[in-house]
């Protein structure tokens, strides 16, 4: 570390954004931010002057139903509150004020898994369903403060979920529905939920997900779970209802009228808890809070995406994931525009789904982790050709490192280089992009994410000293030396796990889990996580979290997950497993077979290794740390550049899972 490599991005050269960029869009449709010296003025005013900048945002933005005091306090520092004093609701700025002006107007166009079989909800209806939902809730004793746990696929009733729960001031806890009964299981007792909102089941892919039967699996352990609310997505009469516990939601929410008042909450209020991996095997609710979470949705999706309430964006995630909170939910809804929300994958049936619905519902902004993309530029630009795709404006990426050529082919391909592409940098810890180019404004590399957002510090660190490395090309670790108004506030019921993991590691600032590089432009590039932590197809994953998993199986005695590069995926996991004694030959392939079971068992499908080697031994250090280093470097293939490894407990483990891994491949 230290000065960076030559190879990466010092002669990548800057491309201009598109100028036709200002010219495609609707009639009355101007731009927030129209040349790159505004964005600069508006950032050095959000760092210099936080409280006249974000109260004047938050004023423009926001209803309130009590005005705030402050908008950060104390000013300058960490650990600080936003618009103190104030009083809003979610679900009245995404939904009412919205169905009050345009009730006709489509909030969400949801798109079946199966082509043609979706349907729009208005603004009206949301207002409506989201009303009924939130007086069952109410009626089950579900108060201000309390969390409800959302196990559900991608159907509007997720998005009227979510505004029913804040609507009457609790906490939203959503489960991704890849989840297994256990890992639900986990989050459901660590919020302490006592009502779970599911569907029968679940379509994705032209396959059917026995998702009631999950939460029912996952609530045997969950004692205080009283009600489970079970939309019927698929009406299969083989999945079991228990009518002591179990409510159908088309038999309850129409016993209510369609209007009921929200509540309004306080700024740092919670809003929601979104669970997210990190280094140790538990995993982390964070805390967003109410008032700051949604200002930078809405800030965001407006400047960085140029999202307008004329616009319609279809942001291909998981409403499980931060991505899907912020840019399928809240923030198209926060600005009054039309979201789509897409239940299937990119390839089923056929891989054109994506192209189809950015040509049918006229989509201006696009968002997907590149591993999609990966997927598609596979398939064959034939494929994509016959699609006008004219009406985008910005094509958005993020989860994970976008490959210049993937980058190339997106411009030219999809965006036919009359769109901005948009590499955005955040995580779960800041719920919106924290380093990204302004749509048609700022300049273009392909493959990194450019600049720092409104009210972010980013600083790249020396992982050694935790010195600032303050001039540009420099490489080190990310972090943030300010805060801003959507940083996470806290883990649920853990505040010093909070400090332990973001500000201890770096005194004075935020640590990330990235590397990061800032080029001889200032401009920044990801170089992934620098923790346990491994990102599978935009998938957050924790190395230590399959361990624990994998150490479930009775026949194995230690075990190491890496990650490794993969074509497709991006990173995919590989697992050393050292059995107990005198497990060997057929009965070692079965523990094989079982070790992936017991994964997709306590993790969940997407989690499971790709790879999984049969060792004798990990190579230890004399105070018995696995080293995971040796083990990276040997899967792909620089087992010349171990080092020294004879200062290790066991030096010939070395050279036996070198044999082993190359017997394999
Ligand atoms: C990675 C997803 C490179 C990074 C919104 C981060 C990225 C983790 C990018 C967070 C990007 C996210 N380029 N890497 N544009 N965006 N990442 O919490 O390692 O699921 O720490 O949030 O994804 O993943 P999370």
């Given amino acids: 570390m230290g000065h960076h490599d030559e190879h990466l991005s010092a002669h990548v050269e800057k491309i201009q954004p598109p100028t036709e960029f200002f010219k495609n869009r609707p009639e009355g449709v101007e731009p927030y931010i129209t040349s790159f010296e505004q964005y600069q003025e508006m950032y050095t005013e959000s760092i210099e002057q936080p409280n006249k900048f974000y109260s004047k945002l938050a004023r423009e933005n926001l209803h309130w139903h009590r005005d705030f ?73 579900v108060k201000k403060g309390d969390t409800v746990a959302v196990y559900l696929p991608m159907i509007p009733e997720a998005i009227i979920t979510i505004m029913a729960i804040n609507r009457i001031g609790a906490i939203h806890s959503v489960v991704f529905a890849g989840f297994s009964a256990t890992a639900l299981r986990d989050r459901i007792n660590d919020a302490y939920s006592q009502v779970v909102i599911t569907s029968d089941q679940s379509k994705r892919g032209g396959r059917t997900i026995e998702t009631k039967r999950i939460v029912d699996q996952s609530i045997k352990e969950c004692p205080q779970v009283k009600n ?34 929200p509540v309004p909450v306080n700024s740092e209020d919670p809003l929601y808890l979104l669970y997210t991996s990190g280094s140790t095997g538990k995993p982390k609710g964070l805390v967003h809070s109410t008032a700051g979470y949604l200002l930078n949705a809405i800030v965001t999706a407006k ?97 994970e490192p ?87 506030r806290t883990v649920w ?57 994998i150490l479930e199986n009775p026949n194995v005695s230690e075990n190491a997950a890496v990650g490794f590069p993969n074509e497709l995926t991006g990173q995919a996991v590989a697992t050393f497993v050292a059995l107990k004694a005198g497990i060997s030959g057929a009965e070692a ?31 230890k250090t004399r105070s018995g740390k696995i080293m995971r280093r040796i083990l990276r470097k040997i899967l792909v293939h620089e087992e010349d550049q171990l080092g020294d490894v004879s200062t290790l407990s066991n030096p010939n483990s070395v050279g036996d899972i070198v044999n082993i891994v190359k017997a394999h491949r």
Avoid: M
């Fill in 589 to 619: 392939e079965k523990i094989k077979k079982d070790i992936i079971l017991t994964v997709r068992k306590e993790i969940g499908p997407f989690a499971a290794p790709k790879e999984i080697f049969i060792v004798d031994d990990l190579p």
């Fill in 303 to 399: 400047y960085v995406f140029d999202l307008h309430p004329e616009d319609t964006i279809f942001t291909a995630a998981d409403i499980g994931w931060v991505l899907g909170h912020t840019y399928v939910c809240y923030a198209p809804l926060a600005i009054g525009a039309t979201t789509v929300l897409y239940e299937g994958t990119p390839v089923y049936p056929t891989p054109t789904r994506f192209w189809d619905i950015i040509d049918d519902y006229k989509c201006t902004q696009f968002y997907v982790a590149p591993t999609a993309l990966r997927l598609l530029k596979r398939a064959g630009d034939h494929l994509i050709k016959p699609y006008d795709l004219s009406t985008l404006r910005a094509l958005g990426t993020v989860g």
């Fill in 69 to 141: 005091e402050i908008a950060k306090f104390p000013e300058h520092g960490f650990y600080n509150s936003w618009f103190v004093g104030g009083q809003l609701n979610a679900s009245y700025n995404c939904v009412d004020r919205h169905a009050f002006k345009n009730p006709d107007k489509p909030a969400i166009i949801y798109e079946g898994d199966e082509p043609n079989s979706g349907y729009k909800v208005t603004y009206g209806e949301l207002l409506a369903q989201v009303s009924q939902l939130a007086q069952v809730l109410l009626e089950l004793g």
């Fill in 402 to 488: 976008i490959a210049p050529d993937v980058w190339e082919w997106y411009y030219e391909t999809i965006a036919r280089k009359r769109a901005s592409i948009l590499d955005t940098f955040w995580q779960t810890e800041t719920s919106a992009p924290v380093l990204c180019p302004i749509a048609g404004v700022t300049p273009l590399k392909p493959g990194s994410c450019s600049l720092p957002f409104f009210g972010v510090k980013c600083a790249i660190l020396d992982p050694q000293t935790g010195e600032e490395l303050k001039e540009n090309d420099v490489e080190g670790v990310l972090a943030f030396a300010s805060a801003w108004p959507s940083l996470t």
């Fill in 228 to 261: 489970v609310i079970v939309f019927k997505r698929t009406g299969d009469e083989s999945v079991p209802f228990n009518s002591k516990v179990d409510l159908w939601w088309h038999e309850n929410l129409p016993k209510y009228r369609n209007y009921v008042p």
């Fill in 493 to 549: 019921k853990d505040y010093k796990r909070y400090l332990e993991t973001y500000f201890h590691p770096f005194p004075g600032y935020f640590f990330t889990g990235d590397g990061a590089a800032r080029d001889k432009d200032g401009f920044f590039w990801i170089l992934g996580r620098v923790d346990d932590v491994v990102n599978v197809s935009g998938h957050r994953l924790s190395t230590a979290e399959i361990e624990a998993a």
